[in-house]
């Protein structure tokens, strides 16, 4: 018979080891004294079964956090590159850009692997979006809303409307999507995340401490955007830019075993890297009087290169999930190629020379980049079958990854209950 006593002093083991050493060094004591047992698995001298060598562990049930409904809303305005064949298109310092559009167009293409995108109809901002995507999320995970104890809305920009010059972020967009969805309970506490492209990701590492703190058990989280409404017209990395909405409910699940969020890596670089994504005014030197998004793209698809792959990984190793297990990749899309990048550094990390086919579910091509909506639309599309491919099984491992302004990546690994 193993000492069990001995491994019980030694306790190199996990917690849950330990538990249940704890509970076999009480069944051991209870054998060395069969005339105290009173719970009537012993009843005579001599003839105890040592339980622990018929029965398999208990575990301690631990709560995690599972997405139990999610949700979208696509702006129906499509907008292919075609649209940009009579735009102007400066360089930074206002010059002409000496080639024809054609060629700028074409070269986009190539380069990103984008064929269209969306824009947010001219009625609607991004606090409308929000709410669509929401009101979705909450029928499909079959919740009662006042059942909420969060609305968390990632976004950057708050809600700009067609034709202005201006962004409005009082109140905030979680209290407007909390209005629009009439939830009267005051403790769903609403509030918003500004955090680049990765505050969808990073609203749902959040929810997850709250629920695995014990305080929370229904959170929505949404990531909402309109980019569009930002765009300067005469930068070409403007075609880059879309808009969207997708939500997600996450709960709190009592299980024996992991489930839902396994782990998380965020990482923030500010030394360097922190005006990479910055409000800037126009390439046109006519344009005196607004700011909008502009990116030095080169330097960020290095940082992303070279940030993206090692933080997967770190959240693949917390978790302890093999790579071999991971089914699919869900990242942040902002240039096709780039992704494409990261996903095949991250496998030459474990030793692979080529990713799986399939491991990494795409959007850009007709989507463009919509930030924060770019990880749950995709996580909505896929959950409900409307991505050619891909669909979500029980037991499979996901991982989640985004890289954006601030600048800030994070990773998550998921399995699906
Ligand atoms: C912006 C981006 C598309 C530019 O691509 P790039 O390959 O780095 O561009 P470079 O500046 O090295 O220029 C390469 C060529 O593409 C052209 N080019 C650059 N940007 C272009 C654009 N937006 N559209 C069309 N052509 C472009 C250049 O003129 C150059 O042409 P040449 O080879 O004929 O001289 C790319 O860097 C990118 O996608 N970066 C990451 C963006 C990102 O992650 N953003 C995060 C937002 S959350």
């Not at 800037?280 to 290095?302: A, H, I, T, V």
Request: include cysteine.
């Amino acid at each position: 018979m193993p000492d069990y006593l001995e491994l019980f002093k030694t306790n190199s083991c996990g917690k849950q080891n330990f538990d249940y050493l704890c509970t076999l060094k009480m069944q051991f004591a209870t054998l060395l004294k069969p005339k105290k047992i009173t719970d009537g698995l012993a009843q005579s001298e001599g003839c105890v079964e040592p339980f622990f060598l018929t029965k398999a562990p208990k575990m301690k049930p631990e709560i995690y956090a599972t997405i139990i409904g999610s949700g979208s809303y696509l702006p129906t305005k499509h907008v292919p590159n075609s649209n940009f064949l009579e735009r102007t298109f400066l360089e930074s310092n206002g010059a002409s850009i000496n080639r024809p559009n054609e060629e700028i167009i074409r070269k986009f293409q190539q380069i990103t692997g984008i064929d269209e995108r969306r824009y947010v109809e001219d009625e609607y901002v991004c606090s409308d979006i929000a709410f669509f995507a929401a009101e979705k999320a909450i029928a499909d995970a079959g919740i009662d809303k006042e059942t909420l104890d969060y609305i968390i809305v990632a976004h950057n920009f708050g809600d700009v409307k067609s034709g202005a010059t201006h962004s409005d972020l009082v109140p905030a967009l979680a209290s407007r999507v909390k209005h629009k969805l009439a939830i009267e309970n005051p403790f769903t506490v609403a509030y918003d995340l500004p955090f680049g492209c990765p505050g969808w990701l990073q609203a749902v590492i959040q929810a997850n401490y709250y629920i695995k703190s014990g305080d929370a058990k229904k959170i929505l989280v949404i990531g909402s955007e309109t980019l569009s409404r930002v765009s300067d017209p005469h930068d070409r990395d403007s075609m880059i830019y879309s808009d969207g909405a997708g939500a997600v409910v996450l709960s709190a699940t009592e299980s024996e075993t992991p489930v839902g969020i396994l782990a998380h890596v965020t990482r923030t670089d500010t030394i360097e890297q922190a005006y990479l994504l910055k409000m800037d005014r126009s390439f046109n030197p006519e344009d005196k009087e607004n700011l909008y998004l502009k990116m030095n793209g080169r330097k960020l698809y290095e940082y992303a290169l070279k940030t993206v792959p090692s933080a997967i990984k770190m959240a693949i190793d917390k978790s302890g999930i093999p790579i071999q297990q991971i089914e699919r990749i869900l990242i942040h899309q902002a240039n096709e190629k780039m992704d494409e990048a990261i996903v095949t550094r991250l496998y030459e990390l474990y030793g692979y020379a080529q990713r799986p086919e399939f491991s990494m579910p795409m959007t850009i091509s007709w989507l463009g980049n919509n930030s924060v909506a770019t990880l749950p639309i995709l996580f909505d599309l896929i959950s409900h079958r409307k991505l050619e491919n891909y669909n979500l099984n029980s037991g499979e491992y996901f991982a989640f990854a985004s890289v954006g302004a601030g600048m800030h990546v994070n990773a998550l690994v998921y399995k699906l209950p």
